[in-house]
């Protein structure tokens, strides 16, 4: 893992998206229950869990990627969960949409705040996710969300985090230093591991990792605030 320079400038704060900065609200496990079992599935919220974790979890999606590609990923996890259920094709049709609704998520606790304040002091603020296209809606349905107009999303760019090449392409839009970059996320690998091996600065949003330095994991997105001002 690259060591990083300390006190280089934030310029730009890239966030994850899910996990991070938004979170299904109902969750997934009780949204698929709820829209499987109308379409016949008959199955108990924690099966639905259960089922998930292990089919999310089996089907590995390789670096590349695209629309077809995740739409593909998708309809099998689906497939795996709920089993066989009436009209299969409108059951994931309404899952996957549902989805792409602003009012299917919610913002992280201190999200709105932390975002705001970045905008007015002048650092630049992006969304790194892997997902589809999908999230442009439903960021766009959130006020503090919907300006954020640098959006790396892996679908769209034919690569997931933790490739090389999906943070080739966030340098390139915020057309900075790598190590200027500030990558925010929840997710050890893709978020953590994957930018700093790009060279940029990065923390573990989530207490207790045995294998990071205190210094690089935040409770929580308002300890990014400091981070903006004074670099790691």
Known sequence: MNNLTS????RWIAFDAVGTLIFADPGVAETYTRIGNRFGADLSTEIVRSRFQKAFAEHQRTFSTNEDHELNFWKRVVGEVL???ENADDCFNELYRHFS???SWRLADH????ISVLQSEGVGVAIASNFDRRLHTALDGHPVLCDIDVRLISSEIGWRKPS???FEALVDR????PDQILMVGDDFAN???GARNAGLQAVHLGAGRSDIDSEF???SLADVLPLSRCGL
């Not at 006190?7 to 934030?10: D, L, W």
């Open 7 to 10: 006190n280089v400038p934030i």
């Open 83 to 85: 089993g066989p259920v």
């Open 101 to 103: 609704l602003p009012e």
């Open 111 to 114: 999200a709105a705040e932390v």
């Open 164 to 166: 090389q090449q999906f």
């Open 174 to 177: 915020c057309e900075c230093a």
């Open 191 to 193: 978020d953590y591991t």
């Open 217 to 219: 994991q935040i409770g």
